[in-house]
Every structure is written in C-alpha cells, then in structure tokens.
C-alpha cells in the first residue's frame, strides 16, 4: 500500500483597489441634481405658503380657514 501525502501551497495575492472615477462622477452629479431639485422643492413651498397667508389674511386666518376645510365646518 502506498502512502498518500497531500500538499497544500499558499499563494498571497496582492490587489490595489483602483479608483472608479466615472462612477465618482456620476455618483457627485447625481447628488448634486437631487440637491438641487430639493432647493428648488423647498422654494416652491416656501411662495405656496407666503402665498396663502398674504391671500387669506393672514396666519391666523390661515390656521382658521385649514380648520374649517379639515373638519368640514
């Protein structure tokens, strides 16, 4: 009978991580489109407020009337 020997080799390997610049650059651009849609988002909201309060007279006439149209009064 023969005698079996196994034989285990390491081998390292050695990777660098290389920088993805296109995905960088899509990843920024895209940031700053979303940023910029939310600015433009928050403006829109801010003049729809300012513009309901200057036609309803007022924040507290404002308050009142949001009252009445939620709770049907």
Do not use: H, N
Request: charged share 15%.
């Amino acid at each position: 009978m023969k005698d079996a020997t196994l034989t285990k080799k390491r081998q390292r390997v050695r990777t660098e991580a290389q920088p993805l610049e296109g995905l960088d650059t899509f990843a920024r651009g895209g940031i700053s489109v979303m940023g910029g849609v939310s600015a433009l988002i928050a403006l829109w909201a801010a003049a729809c407020f300012i513009g309901g309060l200057i036609s309803a007279g007022g924040p507290v006439q404002l308050a009142y009337s949001w009252f009445k149209a939620i709770t049907g009064l």
